[in-house]
């Protein structure tokens, strides 16, 4: 693997089917929620996944410089370009099946105040939804869908 990162290199064999790679915490169980909801309204198996605890989820996180910043969001990496926070969260919805890529629109919003928002839930999500003791890596079934 000449030259390539080894996150690249176990991209390589997927790399026709998985367009974007979603990063999340592992440890919160509105963010394993939410990969499942993603998961189930993917039907082309556009999106992986890596956790933001796994060794792909940090390895990617030191390749775009913020392995000293375990961001308090989620993580979209599309096309070489990053996106967190509301930035993330509508990018991934206008890739899922209808009625969810219409609040693809939210968009037009003011990226301060939707973030306003996001931080908002970001903040107590542990409180409202709690928190799992164990990483979740994988979902029986869409093992080839996680990054480790």
Known sequence: MYGLSWVQAI???????????ILFDGTCNLCNATV???IKR???????FASLQSHAGKELLR?????????????????????????????ILRQLTSPWRLFSFLLVIPRPLRDFFYRLVARYRFR???????CMHTLP???GRFLV
């Open 11 to 21: 991209l390589q064999p997927v790399k026709r089917v998985v367009d974007h790679i």
């Open 36 to 38: 499942q909801f993603i």
């Open 42 to 48: 993917d039907p082309k198996g556009r999106f992986a």
């Open 63 to 91: 390749q775009h410089s913020l392995e000293n910043t375990v961001p308090d969001s989620v993580v979209l990496l599309s096309a070489g370009q990053l996106f967190v926070q509301s930035d993330a969260v509508l990018r």
């Open 128 to 134: 409202f939804f709690g928190q799992r003791s164990v």
């Open 141 to 143: 079934g869409f093992e």
